[in-house]
């Protein structure tokens, strides 16, 4: 955080003054002795001190309150010590990302014990798409259609019995004629009690069709707003020392805001990590093959290892056909 000097120095210099002879492209002074390494430090593009300065040997140098050039300091520029009332400190402020750019972005590289790995670069065409809540809801309503299913396809325990299924026998009641009353061929037909369900339900898949292309689109909105949202982090790796639960707890304690957390590895689940996060209701593991849009949508904090970002690059640049 950059440092810089008030008004208040400016006027702690009393009325405007002569300087005394330059001797070199720094402006030094008799006056100003005092902060004689300060004004050695300040060469900056807004400096009072400038290095371009017209003054030469022999031309004087008018000081003015009225100048409102502020210069930044840093604190390891002298080792000179300033009171700290003449100090104040401004925060940086860095410009919003816009996201759904296309860009390539830089994201630290951390691990469970948040050390420092360096830095990756995400594709932008996978990692920074424009947001569409439709494509989203359409390829989550695709997931839940097709969950659940059975051996066969079909899926739900709702079922009735058709008229080849109840209990009955297949007898004719009585005859076709001479009884004045209507034919009946059986007694296990939908208009009699203890009969046959016509048009009932039975266990089957609502399963529907969806483009390659939208689900695809689906997961790199998904994994977009997570970037955007400041929820998707990058471990070099997902190693853990043992299989412990408390590790585990003690990792998700120590992340800001994560409630719910969603671990995605390259390849298959190290045996250690399933063992370790199996009785925490709050933290899942899949491969990077398993990542969907409904996994993404239901943990507020989605962690990848470097494999695993790899893969799932390769995969959205894999042509469909292929």
Request: with cysteine; net charge positive.
């Amino acid at each position: 955080m950059a440092v810089s000097i008030s008004r208040r120095l400016l006027q702690c210099l009393g009325p405007s003054r002569v300087f005394g002879h330059c001797d070199s492209p720094m402006i030094m002074s008799r006056s100003f002795h005092t902060f004689d390494a300060l004004c050695s430090s300040l060469v900056s593009r807004d400096s009072l001190f400038s290095m371009d300065s017209p003054c030469k040997a022999g031309s004087s140098f008018f000081f003015s309150r009225s100048l409102s050039t502020t210069t930044f300091l840093t604190p390891e520029s002298s080792g000179v010590a300033f009171p700290p009332e003449l100090l104040a400190t401004k925060t940086v402020v860095t410009a919003e990302r816009t996201p759904g750019q296309y860009q390539d972005l830089v994201i630290p590289v951390t691990n469970f014990h948040n050390e420092d790995k360096g830095f990756m670069v995400l594709a932008g065409d996978v990692f920074d798409v424009p947001i569409r809540k439709d494509i989203v809801h359409r390829v989550v309503l695709w997931q839940l259609a097709k969950r659940q299913q059975l051996v066969d396809g079909s899926q739900g325990t709702h079922s009735t019995k058709t008229i080849s299924e109840v209990s009955g026998t297949g007898r004719k009641p009585y005859p076709q004629k001479g009884t004045g009353r209507a034919r009946h061929g059986t007694l296990r037909g939908p208009q009699f009690r203890g009969g046959a369900t016509k048009h009932g339900p039975k266990p089957r898949s609502h399963a529907f069709k969806l483009n390659k292309k939208v689900r695809r689109l689906g997961l790199k909105i998904a994994l977009s707003a997570r970037i955007a949202e400041g929820k998707l982090l990058v471990f070099d790796d997902l190693d853990i020392p043992s299989h412990k639960t408390k590790n585990v707890v003690n990792y998700v304690q120590e992340m800001e805001n994560a409630k719910k957390l969603l671990l995605v590895d390259g390849g298959p689940i190290n045996e250690k990590l399933k063992l370790a996060t199996q009785n925490l209701h709050y933290v899942n593991v899949l491969p990077s093959i398993g990542l969907n849009v409904y996994s993404i949508l239901l943990h507020d904090t989605l962690v990848m290892s470097r494999d695993a970002v790899n893969r799932i690059v390769t995969r959205m640049h894999t042509p469909i056909n292929c």
